[in-house]
């Protein structure tokens, strides 16, 4: 039986070798503690749009990569950063021209 702590360096080690050997995009340096979500969407996009690894069309890899970095970082992530992270998915879907995603607010 594995304990709670060993799952832990588990899924440490399985997230650090994805990010590190998978076909992922090559982020720019602190793309996800930029202040602008749209700022952090055009880096997104260009390592996207760059990239020679990913299997999956541009938007698809870029979103991909935001989702994994919010996932990851669960409830570690500050509230202030997690809506930025979320509005920069907005700003994504607008620079790919998919329609942005409906909220409580908005409606």
Known sequence: ???????????????????????????????????????????LQRSAEQSQRRKSEPFRSAMSMLNFYINRAGRHLPEAQRARLEQAKDELRALYGRPRKQSADRK
């Open 1 to 43: 039986m594995v304990s709670s702590k060993q799952k832990g360096e588990l899924a440490g080690k399985w997230s650090q070798k994805v990010t590190e050997t998978s076909d992922s995009l090559d982020l720019e340096e602190g793309v996800f503690t930029l202040e602008d979500p749209r700022e952090i969407a055009l880096s």
